[in-house]
């Protein structure tokens, strides 16, 4: 069996859609499956992580040169069972249909039922989100809910959750790959004024474009990080006392680790995530950056 991965990383929608298909390549190979691949559609925003199978840089979704891929690639009439993955916000179905005709197998990834997908295709919904969304059955195979959850290794190894501080001590601020509405800026303005003793942990997304702002806001007890592989992320979340976070991939790894969290939808395919988290998990939504102070008020002598 062969298993090719298609997705995108740019630094206008950040690294979301690499890190999980990074994961499902992970989980093909521990079980059992020696033939995977990703092919990705970058611009410069490819981060230098380690990767265990080969990572081809194509626009695959541009017909003639995903044509050309798979006539190299001996992708086309293969004598291998061919299964392709496909996790995009950009792909027309167009695309979609061409690869469902050469493979076995087309599993699209999706959030939020963004197109009508080819009739017969698997569906994957990692997460809560498909909890919510009314797929046709009779035309997809579907497979949803937090147990399909594709998490980096660091984040399926076993490790121990530790005893979080209190009061707490250590704020986490991670807003995903991009930042279009600044909250990074309001959320560290915030807390530096009215939490000065609170440390500031914030992660800064390759398509941030305010890094000097960060840093002129930033206090003593305020700390920057850039660039972070998933081992150095998951071990920054186990020393935090409590995260705020925008509703993406991340909220699955800040769940794993135990680490209890605030969020904040940055974008609109976070709604169903958000919705889960809130419904079934009791995880707390602020509609702006302001409501912060607030519920850390609330929380009384929680907060050093």
């Known amino acids: 069996m062969k298993y090719v991965i298609f997705t995108e990383a740019f630094k206008a929608s950040g690294l979301g859609h690499l890190g999980r298909c990074t994961a499902l390549a992970e989980i093909l190979i521990e079980k059992g499956s020696k033939d995977v691949c990703i092919v990705l559609d970058t611009d410069d925003s490819l981060p230098d992580w380690s990767y265990s199978f080969p990572v081809y840089k194509e626009n695959w979704k541009d017909i003639p040169t995903l ?6 690639f001996s992708l086309v009439k293969s004598r291998k069972s061919l ?3 496909v996790d995009s916000y950009l792909a027309p179905v167009s695309i979609y249909e061409e690869l469902k005709k050469h493979s076995d197998e087309l599993v699209c990834i999706d959030d939020y039922h963004r197109i009508s997908y080819p009739v017969g295709s698997t569906i994957l919904n990692p997460g809560f989100p498909g909890l919510f969304i009314n797929y046709d059955k009779s035309k997809y195979k579907v497979i949803t809910g937090k147990n399909e959850v594709l998490l980096r290794k660091p984040f399926r190894a076993r490790f121990e959750i530790p005893k979080r501080n209190n009061p707490l001590r250590k704020v986490l601020i991670t807003l995903g790959g991009t930042d279009p509405h600044l909250y990074s800026e309001v959320f560290l303005n915030l807390l530096c004024k009215e939490f000065p003793d609170l440390e500031k942990h914030l992660v800064i997304g390759p398509g941030f474009l305010n890094e000097k702002e960060l840093v002129s806001l930033s206090d003593s007890n305020t700390f920057l990080y850039k660039n972070l592989s998933a081992l150095e992320m998951r071990d920054l979340m186990l020393k935090m006392d409590f995260a705020i976070t925008a509703g993406g991939q991340t909220t699955y790894e800040l769940d794993r680790c135990g680490l209890p969290m605030l969020m904040i939808k940055t974008a609109d395919n976070q709604v169903g995530n958000i919705r889960g988290f809130v419904e079934y998990q009791g ?9 912060v102070v607030k ?3 609330e929380m009384g002598n929680q907060v050093k």
Do not use: D, H
């Not at 044509?67 to 190299?72: C, H, I, V």
């Not at 995880?283 to 409501?291: A, L, M, S, W, Y």
């Open 67 to 72: 044509e050309k891929f798979l006539t190299e």
């Open 83 to 85: 299964v392709v993955y």
């Open 283 to 291: 995880v707390k939504e602020i509609k702006e950056p302001g409501e």
């Open 295 to 297: 519920l850390l008020r």
